[in-house]
T-cell receptor, first 112, second 117 residues
Framework: LAKTTQPISMDSYEGQEVNITCSHNNIATNDYITWYQQFPSQGPRFIIQGYKTKVTNEVASLFIPADRKSSTLSLPRVSLSDTAVYYCLVGASYNQGGKLIFGQGTELSVKP | GAVVSQHPSWVICKSGTSVKIECRSLDFQATTMFWYRQFPKQSLMLMATSNEGSKATYEQGVEKDKFLINHASLTLSTLTVTSAHPEDSSFYIC?????????????FGSGTRLTVV
């Protein structure tokens, strides 16, 4: 399993764009990159997943450079409700059905 | 979308008693479920993999006799914390895996806050 490194915490203000970068130097060819969001006292919630280049959905974008050794989760115009912990997961579990291993995550605090 | 129901959402029990936590996949069959534990300000730690109709696979350092897992049906897995002690107080989260075409999806329950007094 590829080890991931994320900033422990980030601060932002409402309306700003937030970019959280995750390093995964040992990513394998079959590995996908997946981001989860967790609010206090709740289970994690899937945000976005990608393999290469750029993926966008209704809540976020995921940018993955050609070497795939890092990825950036982009949250456009954050609001107070985006305050949460964001986890970057790297692995082949989504096509192999294996277990998901969580790293430390990034605690995002959005201020008014 | 896929929904996983976890019950109870919180429980307080006396030291030495046992507590059962249920995890149900409501609209899909889950042959495999996962149990995690999360302490305050820490990440999720995988405890075990629960497979329908067979014994659970525990991660290193997790006591199988203390954390009993039963996965008797395709939609239900239970975690029983036996002879609970204050150090078992934590947030327990389950996750159910679903086959989606050529890949898999993972849906998490809302968690159970266990407090042992």
């Amino acid at each position: 399993l590829a080890k991931t490194t994320q900033p422990i915490s980030m601060d932002s203000y409402e309306g700003q764009e937030v970019n959280i970068t995750c390093s995964h130097n040992n990513i394998a060819t079959n590995d996908y990159i997946t981001w989860y969001q967790q609010f206090p006292s709740q289970g994690p919630r899937f945000i976005i997943q990608g393999y290469k280049t750029k993926v966008t959905n209704e809540v976020a974008s995921l940018f993955i450079p050609a070497d795939r050794k890092s990825s950036t989760l982009s949250l456009p115009r954050v609001s107070l409700s985006d305050t949460a912990v964001y986890y970057c997961l790297v692995g082949a579990s989504y096509n192999q059905g294996g277990k998901l291993i969580f790293g430390q995550g990034t605690e995002l605090s959005v201020k008014p | 979308g896929a929904v996983v129901s976890q019950h109870p959402s919180w429980v307080i029990c006396k030291s030495g008693t046992s507590v059962k936590i249920e995890c149900r996949s409501l609209d899909f069959q889950a042959t495999t479920m996962f149990w995690y534990r999360q302490f305050p300000k820490q990440s999720l730690m995988l405890m075990a993999t629960s497979n329908e109709g067979s014994k659970a696979t525990y991660e290193q350092g997790v006591e199988k006799d203390k954390f009993l897992i039963n996965h008797a049906s395709l939609t239900l897995s239970t975690l029983t914390v036996t002879s609970a002690h204050p150090e078992d107080s934590s947030f327990y989260i389950c996750s159910a895996r679903e086959k989606r075409g050529q890949s898999y999806g993972y849906t998490f329950g809302s968690g159970t806050r266990l407090t042992v007094v």
